[in-house]
């Protein structure tokens, strides 16, 4: 390899182990999203046992109510790793049925993605960024949404502590 080539190769090298080192570039891989909060900080924020995190994906965990009767009415919680893409649509929703709920003090910004069905039924998602970190927390199982909107914003907030 002549000088020329020598000098482009570390040059090349040098420039991406810089923009490598940041934190989270280059692919770093996302955090066990079961690693994130344990059985018991779910189980206090439900207000009833949950079993051990079930790992259903790569990047979504579920802690559920052991035996529930009808499981569409399940206290549970899935946390999944998201990304700043997922995050943008969560603030300007592109779906009509959703609208962005700003969620104040919770790690470096988070916002509610809030949809109706049809049938008139709300549900809330809690859409959080941490530094490069993004993630939702979801909660199942109450009727009443404020409910689930608290627990969410507990939960998010003891998952900012371990990113």
Same mark, same amino acid.
Not at 13 to 36: E, N, R, Y
């Given at each position: 390899?002549?000088?020329?080539?020598?000098?482009?190769?570390?040059?090349?090298?040098?420039?991406?182990?810089?923009?490598?080192?940041?934190?989270?570039?280059? +692919?770093?891989?996302?955090?066990?999203?079961?690693?994130?909060?344990?059985?018991?900080?779910?189980?206090?924020?439900?207000?009833?046992?949950?079993?051990?995190?079930?790992?259903?994906?790569?990047?979504?965990?579920?802690?559920?109510?052991?035996?529930? *009767?009808?499981?569409?009415?399940?206290?549970?919680?899935?946390?999944?790793?998201?990304?700043?893409?997922?995050?943008?649509?969560?603030?300007? *929703?592109?779906?009509?049925?959703?609208?962005?709920?700003?969620?104040?003090?919770?790690?470096?910004?988070?916002?509610?993605?809030?949809?109706?069905?049809?049938? +008139?039924?709300?549900?809330?998602?809690?859409?959080?960024?941490?530094? +490069?970190?993004?993630?939702?927390?979801?909660?199942? +199982?109450?009727?009443?949404?404020?409910?689930?909107?608290?627990?969410?914003?507990?939960?998010?907030?003891?998952?900012?502590?371990?990113?």
């Amino acid at each position: 390899m002549d000088s020329k080539n020598s000098f482009l190769a570390a040059v090349v090298f040098l420039f991406s182990f810089s923009i490598c080192s940041a934190p989270g570039a280059c +692919g770093a891989p996302p955090p066990d999203p079961c690693s994130l909060l344990t059985q018991a900080q779910v189980s206090a924020a439900l207000g009833a046992t949950v079993e051990a995190p079930h790992l259903d994906a790569p990047k979504l965990c579920r802690w559920a109510t052991p035996k529930q *009767p009808n499981p569409v009415n399940a206290r549970m919680v899935v946390l999944t790793i998201s990304s700043e893409r997922a995050f943008g649509f969560a603030k300007i *929703p592109v779906v009509s049925s959703t609208k962005a709920v700003p969620a104040s003090g919770v790690c470096d910004d988070a916002v509610y993605a809030v949809s109706v069905d049809a049938s +008139g039924y709300s549900t809330a998602q809690l859409h959080v960024k941490k530094g +490069g970190a993004y993630f939702v927390v979801h909660v199942y +199982g109450f009727p009443d949404q404020t409910k689930s909107m608290e627990i969410e914003k507990t939960l998010a907030l003891q998952t900012c502590s371990k990113l």
